[in-house]
């Protein structure tokens, strides 16, 4: 009897201290952090991926002018996800359903950051191609 009443002790401070550290979760800071990653990320291939094929391409200066232009878009979507979270954190909302909003945001978020140099240099094929 004892031990069941311990073990009931137990699970329910488990339970209360899972709830505590689930509600200290700074998920705008988690975002803040996938966004600085995902910029870098973004960087990285850009200057390894996207300037490699176009310098061995041979091409004018006009993709260059495409890279100024990812930079700008990319960095104004990464402001809004902080944005979002920074909000989203003082929200009232269930640390579940916060969590699985975070994996959304944060999987989008990646697949920006590591699709638009693809996705670019696939555009200048289709625009070298052409001309």
């Known amino acids: 009897m004892v031990a069941a009443a311990s073990r009931k002790s137990v699970t329910k401070h488990r339970s209360e201290s899972d709830m505590i550290a689930n509600q200290s979760v700074r ?3 988690k975002m803040s952090n996938n966004c ?12 390894f991926m996207v300037v490699g094929f176009i310098e061995s391409k041979g091409m ?11 930079v700008a878009i990319i960095i104004p979507i990464c402001r809004k996800y902080e944005k979002k979270w920074e909000a989203m954190n003082q929200s009232s909302m269930s640390s579940q359903s916060i969590a699985a909003r975070f994996r959304k945001d ?3 978020l990646w697949l920006l950051a590591g699709g638009l140099p693809f996705l670019f240099i696939a555009i200048i094929k ?6």
């Open 27 to 29: 998920w705008d800071k």
């Open 36 to 47: 600085a990653t995902a910029l870098l990320v973004y960087t990285m291939l850009q200057i």
């Open 60 to 70: 004018s200066i006009a993709p260059y002018f495409g890279l100024v232009l990812l």
């Open 106 to 108: 944060q999987v989008t």
């Open 126 to 131: 289709a625009v070298g191609s052409i001309l």
